[in-house]
């Protein structure tokens, strides 16, 4: 059975930080094979792309939105991927999750802002920044 299980969020003031975590588990190949990915879904909102990372961490996305602000990583060893959210704004509130990428072989290992190439999705964890 696959998990991933975010963890790290919570309430903080507008220009603060937060580092989310996500420990993944159960997967069918090794962890470095799988593009992960960070996407928020905002009350009445679309759940939209936040960033994503590739198995062996050579290439990241950022959505413009984040970009300078947000740093994901991961580290293979562990089975965890990082995003590290700085100078946080209350336009940041959100449900965050973390994803791994649908196993299919010759594509999985990208990095990727599309949501239909994810297959496997956490819980969630909240972030709310204050104004």
């Known amino acids: 059975q696959v998990q991933l299980v975010e963890s790290g969020g919570g309430s903080v003031p507008a220009g603060g930080s937060l580092r989310l975590s996500c420990a993944a588990s159960?997967?069918?190949?090794?962890?470095?094979?799988?593009?992960m990915g960070w996407f928020r879904q905002a009350p009445g909102k679309e759940r939209e792309f936040v960033a994503s990372?590739?198995?062996?961490?050579?290439?990241?996305l950022y959505a413009d939105s984040v970009k300078d602000r947000f740093t994901i990583s991961r580290d293979n060893a562990l089975t965890v991927v990082y995003l590290q959210m700085n100078s946080l704004k209350a336009e940041d509130t959100a449900v965050y999750y973390c994803?791994?990428?649908?196993?299919?072989?010759?594509?999985?290992?990208?990095?990727?802002?599309?949501?239909?190439?994810?297959?496997?999705w956490g819980q969630g964890t909240q972030v709310t920044v204050s104004s």
């Open positions: 990372i590739d198995g062996n961490a050579y290439t990241t």
């Open positions: 159960g997967l069918r190949s090794r962890f470095s094979s799988y593009g």
């Open positions: 994803a791994a990428r649908r196993f299919e072989i010759g594509a999985m290992q990208y990095a990727s802002a599309n949501q239909a190439d994810f297959g496997f």
